[in-house]
């Protein structure tokens, strides 16, 4: 269990994955010739989880393609068209080490994780532009590069994600907060529900917006997913490991671990200086 004063610090935009429509129906891919464990393990270490790993990542840039950099509206188009990555769910801002969010907005209500098939990308831009332009939600910055992505379910409490060929620890998940993405910045306000402890609901689907006026989504489980760029493999963090994404500060309240009798990213935390 991750101790309850670790600090985090990111925004609630993993998989923040509001709809406001009916779901896309969107056939998982086949998991057939895996061998890793999957659905209610509770700890997943060493070589086991290694190559797990790798195989999300193998899985995932086989469909990308080219795809794993963007370089103008007709890229975004394409990975729309590709594989239901169409809801950039803060629109444009970049956030301090997590970069820029692009959900399956289906995804959400599937029951199971699977290999290779994340309900979000995450991208970094390597466009030379003032750290301003990175926040702004309605500036584009070409180019993006993959840097890593999401799997996630609904939270439900005590009942840990599955899958039939993802190999990670009961322990990795951590619960994204329901609440608000706020009109116009395009940020996330919580707005947990009422309960006796932390955790202890599972909230709602769409809860009635009280702090903030924006879009709204429910708990849910998550873990990011991140790429090396030497070609290691992927590494499980709620920030990347793999050097610093220029963004906005995250809004505390975001996220919490089972177990914890606060929020993860609250007040104690510090940011280096851009």
Not at 128 to 146: A, C, M, Q, R, S
Not at 202 to 231: A, K, M, N
Request: hydrophobic share 40%.
């Amino acid at each position: 269990m991750i101790g309850a004063r670790r600090r985090i610090g990111v925004l609630a935009l993993s998989s923040a994955l509001f709809m406001t429509g009916a779901a896309v129906a969107s056939a998982a891919p086949d998991a057939s010739g895996s061998s890793q464990p999957g659905g209610g393990i509770g700890y997943c270490e060493g070589a086991e989880r290694e190559s797990s790993l790798r195989q999300d990542q193998a899985r995932l840039l086989a469909r990308l393609g080219g795809l794993t950099t963007l370089r103008d509206a007709g890229d975004l188009a394409a990975l729309a068209a590709l594989g239901h990555w169409s809801l950039p769910t803060h629109l444009h801002v970049n956030f301090k080490n997590l970069g820029v969010a692009i959900a399956r907005p289906e995804a959400i209500l599937e029951k199971q994780v699977y290999s290779g098939n994340p309900g979000m990308l995450l991208y970094r831009s390597l466009a030379e532009t003032p750290l301003g332009e990175h926040i702004d939600p309605y500036t584009l910055n070409f180019p993006y590069v993959l840097a890593g992505w999401a799997h996630g379910v609904m939270y439900t409490p005590g009942e840990y994600p599955t899958s039939p060929d993802l190999c990670i620890s009961q322990s990795d998940w951590f619960v994204h907060e329901q609440g608000v993405h706020t009109l116009p910045e395009w940020g996330f306000a919580a707005e947990p529900p009422a309960e006796a402890f932390l955790g202890q609901s599972s909230g709602e689907l769409f809860p009635l917006p009280t702090r903030s006026f924006g879009p709204t989504h429910g708990r849910f489980w998550d873990i990011h997913v991140w790429r090396d760029p030497e070609d290691g493999p992927p590494v499980i963090a709620v920030e990347t490991p793999f050097g610093h994404i220029h963004g906005a500060l995250p809004p505390v309240d975001s996220f919490f671990y089972p177990g914890a009798d606060h929020y993860e990213n609250g007040d104690h935390l510090s940011h280096d200086e851009d």
